[in-house]
């Protein structure tokens, strides 16, 4: 009943800006928090950011500094606005929620979004 539509990924140089976006859309009650996670090629998908409907934010330490997490309750939206890029940096980027209260269930449920390649290359 979720779909996360993700938009904004690309090629950057290093130092270079991204900024991504997660639109979720279909019912829900409550989708509470939302994040980004990423995988690159060999390694295993990792934590980016979270960050919950009253703005309480998580984020990975190897993206402390750089990124940062926002969102938009009334649109449903979260950002990551990513600066500082490193070729590290470079992998599929996923929106995520671990809890989206949807019709018919008061349990929480997780939902993924495509992913969005992101590759920091000069």
């Known amino acids: 009943q979720v779909q996360l539509v993700e938009s904004g990924g690309g090629l950057v140089q290093p130092g270079g800006s991204l900024r991504l976006s997660c639109a979720a859309s279909?019912?829900?009650?409550?989708?509470?928090?939302m994040g980004w996670y990423r995988q690159a090629p060999g390694n295993q998908r990792e934590l980016v950011a979270t960050?919950?409907?009253?703005?309480?934010?998580n984020y990975g330490d190897s993206v402390k500094g750089r990124f940062t997490i926002s969102r938009d309750n009334a649109k449903n939206t979260v950002y990551l606005q990513m600066n500082d890029l490193k070729p590290e940096d470079t992998a599929v980027y996923y929106c995520?929620?671990?809890?989206?209260?949807?019709?018919?269930?008061?349990?929480?449920?997780?939902?993924w979004g495509q992913g969005t390649q992101v590759t920091v290359s000069s």
């Open positions: 995520n929620t671990n809890c989206a209260i949807v019709p018919g269930s008061a349990r929480c449920k997780v939902y």
């Open positions: 279909g019912r829900f009650f409550s989708i509470n928090p």
């Open positions: 960050i919950t409907s009253g703005a309480s934010t």
